[in-house]
Antibody
Framework: QVQLVQSGAEVKKPGASVKVSCKAS????????IHWVRQAPGQGLEWMGW????????NYAQKFQGRVTMTRDTSISTAYMELSRLRSDDTAVYYCASSIAVAGIDYWGQGTLVTVSS | DIQMTQSPSSLSASVGDRVTITCRAS??????LNWYQHKPGKAPKLLIY???SLQSGVPSRFSGSISGTDFTLTISSLQPEDFATYYCQQSYSTPTFGGGTKVEIK
């Protein structure tokens, strides 16, 4: 069965960076884009970008350009999202997700809470 | 970026009620519109894709429709497990989500 398993919760200081991993299993990792979506406390879902695991190509939301880097390691079927120059308003649950069987985003990781606090 | 305007932002309803949530796109997105249900502490769940196709395993009380750039999610008879926040998302271009609709118990 398809699974996306994310790394554990992180606590970071303002100005630091965080790197969240997303390990895929149960399907061909290089066949489908990985999206990253976040939800800050009391806020809605926010799309951050996607990575094409086959080519490594990326597409970032304008809001995060210059601060986010999405990478992948095909040898271990894992995608990564690194966010730099963290601020308190980056405190959120970060999800990786993929559109595998249908047009919508049908598979999601369990989420990773990133807390930014001094 | 394409803006998705979702309404209402919240609503109160009773079990058995018919509930309608609307999402308007800032430009034509054809049928590239998806609906998600999100509950606290859980990952979002895909309900409807391509505006009106029901995702496998989702109860038939959920349906989606389209009229131009206006999209509607309808829950025909609200059940206790349906109290959650619902989001639309366009996949026509760089993805964007609507602001969400919180469905609360009346």
């Amino acid at each position: 069965q398809v699974q996306l398993v994310q790394s554990g919760a992180e606590v970071k200081k303002p100005g630091a960076s965080v790197k969240v991993s997303c390990k895929a299993s149960g399907y061909t990792f290089t066949g489908y884009y990985i999206h990253w979506v976040r939800q800050a406390p009391g806020q809605g879902l926010e799309w951050m970008g996607w990575i094409n695991p086959n080519s490594g190509g990326t597409n970032y939301a304008q809001k995060f350009q210059g601060r986010v880097t999405m990478t992948r390691d095909t040898s271990i079927s894992t995608a990564y999202m690194e966010l730099s120059r963290l601020r308190s308003d980056d405190t959120a649950v970060y999800y990786c997700a993929s559109s595998i069987a249908v047009a919508g985003i049908d598979y999601w990781g369990q989420g990773t809470l990133v807390t930014v606090s001094s | 970026d394409i803006q998705m305007t979702q309404s209402p932002s919240s609503l109160s309803a009773s079990v058995g009620d018919r509930v309608t949530i609307t999402c308007r796109a800032s430009q034509s997105i054809s049928s590239y519109l998806n609906w998600y249900q999100h509950k606290p502490g859980k990952a979002p769940k895909l309900l409807i894709y391509a505006a009106s196709s029901l995702q496998s395993g989702v109860p038939s009380r959920f349906s989606g429709s389209i009229s131009g750039t206006d999209f509607t999610l309808t829950i025909s008879s609200l059940q206790p497990e349906d109290f959650a926040t619902y989001y639309c998302q366009q996949s026509y271009s760089t993805p964007t989500f609507g602001g969400g609709t919180k469905v609360e118990i009346k």
